[in-house]
């Protein structure tokens, strides 16, 4: 099982960004595919989720209306394009798996996830 991030760099406040996730040695459309971040010195939280095979969708209420997660099956890939940039979403990105029915009480929860890609470095500044 491999999950590789990529997209991240250094952004203005205000910026956009577009975080990819690939997937691969599972069956894609069995699992859902969160995207959680981790500044220095805070916890691992949930931003978002995509959940097969109805493609639910899921935010943290912080980046609701500026984040858009979305998936591309054929790809075995899933993005979260980051509007409207803040300094606060300064962080490291992971996407992760979980083979689990996932619902608005548990996609944020990092124990839900099996798999972990290494992350990618997101910087808001000016």
């Given amino acids: 099982v491999r999950l590789v991030e990529s997209g991240g760099g250094l952004v203005q406040p ?10 691969s040695g599972f069956t894609f459309d069995d699992y859902a595919i ?5 500044a220095p010195g805070k ?4 931003v ?8 639910s969708t899921y935010y943290a209420d912080s980046v609701k209306g500026r984040f858009t997660i979305s998936s591309d099956n054929a790809k075995n890939t899933v993005y979260l ?3 409207g940039l803040k300094p606060e979403d300064t962080a490291v990105y992971y996407c992760a798996a979980s083979p ?3 619902h608005d009480s548990s996609w944020a929860t990092k124990f839900s996830y099996d798999y972990w890609g290494q992350g990618t470095q997101v910087t808001v500044s000016s």
């Fill in 48 to 55: 978002s989720c995509i959940s097969n095979p109805v493609s």
């Fill in 100 to 102: 689990y029915l996932l």
């Fill in 34 to 38: 969160g995207w959680f971040r981790q």
């Fill in 14 to 23: 205000g910026g956009s960004l577009r975080l990819s996730c690939a997937a």
């Fill in 43 to 46: 916890e691992r939280e949930g």
């Fill in 81 to 83: 394009q980051m509007n």
